[in-house]
């Protein structure tokens, strides 16, 4: 077998706990281990049903024809922009590169490997996608074989130009900041740029592809969702212009991943030392130190750990990014002025359930106490209590979020002319969902922590408190969302509803958490 396929069973069988369900006799981890594969069955089945619900609705407004390549143009988009934001962490600094480097392999093996990974994770995503839009099209238009083969390469191929990119926007921004000083700010702002980057390019070619005006409409999604070149070559095929198109697309897909790799292969050892080392100017400066609380000390010390940590930084205000973005896009662009008057005032109320969605998607509070790793000792020795070890990192969670989101309730209330109602549901939906994800994210992670980590981005995307609590935290508001205009109840009151569940969940959290005793294990 060849040693890139040999490291990337091992790196999966790693990130999907898969041994330790098959081989552990630790009765607790393969408990954690079904509960999170679990969640991942039930995300993805909802997600199906979200897809083709969406499907049906482009297949309704005459876009059958389209409907599989805008499934590959909007998978490929947020692959684009949740890789940028999860930045190039999984190729650089982890805890087994000098294993990694020392064993008898090829650098490009290496990468080839971690890419490889990468590119499965984002396949399966692409693949809810595009698998319920490509029954859906058949369904409401003619089943054609040669369409089903496009369809099929084109999902193997869709998260490759979308990875490259991504990892090459992300590498050259960890290169730039490896050793200055601040680098997690700078990397979390560099990457909050290039996702702002990404998304004003496609809507301003959108915009100019068609003459400069915005409606919703059937004309509109395929000029909006066409104008990624990828997309335009499967489309050709797809509408009997000839094979070569897609081939096209393959050939340029494989060149753009193999160019990648073979660059990155030359500087992939100088990166990675730059990025694990530790730079010291020897300059000392004599200071008075100030006296202060214990609580205040580990306030001050979660946000030191948080931004001198690149992964632990961009992983805890991804979805506060986007929420910032789409705050500050609502400022020059207000989607509800393309909809019938009669019913835009109850579709400003979704508003919510997306503000509740993108606080659900980042709870640092579920992997800081795991975070500590083999230095958890220390905290577990001070001469304070669980409690205020635990609150401490709340209230950072709480800061966080709650800063952001009622910032970002603010102004769309002004940019997008929210009424009273519509306002005070917003704030108070932002409230819940801030106190829910640092309380209940905080549970988690001591019902089942995690600190036998060889990468931090094990611990942050892939342990079964950081899955339980997104999860938890984004399915409710995303039902919502999505079945909200489909039921007799109004959105306000269901999300009236969810805001009380949710604040006494809190609630209940806050007493469990009074209760409870740090051990290490």
Not at 180 to 209: D, E, P, T
Request: with cysteine; charged share 10%; aromatic share 12%.
């Amino acid at each position: 077998m060849k040693n890139w396929l040999i490291l990337t069973k091992v790196h999966l069988a790693g990130i999907t706990g898969f041994n330790k369900l098959r081989y552990s006799d630790n009765k607790s981890e393969k408990r954690k281990t079904g509960l999170v594969l679990g969640l991942y069955a039930l995300f993805g089945v909802l997600m199906i049903a979200f897809v083709s619900i969406y499907a049906v609705m482009f297949a309704e407004l005459g876009l059958t024809d389209y409907i599989i390549s805008l499934s590959f143009a909007i998978s490929s988009l947020m692959t684009l922009t949740f890789t940028l934001l999860r930045g190039a962490h999984i190729l650089f600094a982890v805890k087994d590169y000098d294993m990694l480097v020392s064993l008898p392999v090829k650098k490009s093996d290496i990468l080839i490997s971690r890419l490889l990974t990468s590119y499965i994770v984002n396949f399966a995503f692409c693949a809810v996608v595009m698998i319920p839009c490509t029954v859906v099209a058949f369904a409401f238009g003619a089943f054609r074989f040669d369409r089903l083969i496009y369809t099929l390469i084109a999902l193997i191929v869709s998260p490759v130009i979308p990875l490259v990119i991504s990892n090459i926007l992300s590498t050259l921004i960890m290169a730039a900041t490896g050793r200055m000083r601040h680098k997690a700010i700078l990397q979390a702002i560099f990457s909050a740029i290039a996702v702002i980057a990404v998304m004003a390019l496609s809507f301003l070619l959108s915009y100019a592809g068609n003459g400069g005006v915005v409606n919703v409409g059937a004309e509109t999604l395929k000029k909006m969702l066409l104008v990624y070149p990828p997309a335009w070559l499967l489309q050709q095929s797809m509408s009997g212009n000839g094979f070569y198109w897609v081939i096209i697309l393959v050939a340029a897909s494989l060149a753009f991943a193999a160019a990648f790799v073979a660059v990155l292969a030359k500087f992939y050892l100088k990166i990675n030392a730059k990025l694990i080392s530790r730079n010291s100017s020897g300059k000392f400066e004599l200071k008075n130190i100030k006296a202060g609380s214990s609580f205040s000390a580990m306030y001050k010390n979660e946000f030191a750990r948080l931004i001198s940590t690149p992964t632990y930084l961009i992983n805890s205000t991804a979805g506060l990014l986007l929420l910032v973005i789409a705050s500050v896009a609502s400022l020059f662009f207000n989607p509800f002025n393309a909809f019938d008057p009669a019913t835009v005032e109850e579709l400003k109320f979704s508003v919510c359930p997306l503000m509740a969605f993108m606080i659900g998607m980042t709870i640092p509070t579920s992997y800081a106490l795991s975070l500590e790793g083999n230095r958890r000792w220390v905290i577990f020795s001070l001469p304070v209590s669980a409690f205020k070890i635990l609150m401490a990192k709340v209230l950072m969670s709480l800061t966080l979020s709650g800063t952001a989101g009622l910032i970002c309730a603010a102004v769309m209330t002004f940019s997008l002319g929210l009424s009273a109602a519509q306002s005070v549901l917003l704030f108070a939906t932002v409230i819940a969902f801030a106190l829910f994800s640092a309380l209940f994210g905080m549970l988690m992670n001591v019902k089942f922590p995690k600190y036998d980590w060889t990468s931090e981005a094990a611990v942050v995307k892939r342990s079964a408190a950081t899955n339980i609590s997104v999860i938890v935290g984004i399915i409710p508001p995303l039902l919502i969302f999505m079945l909200g205009s489909m039921i007799t109840v109004p959105i306000a009151y269901l999300m009236a509803g969810l805001d009380v569940i949710y604040i006494l969940i809190s609630g209940i959290c806050l007493f469990c958490l009074k209760n409870t005793k740090l051990c290490d294990k």
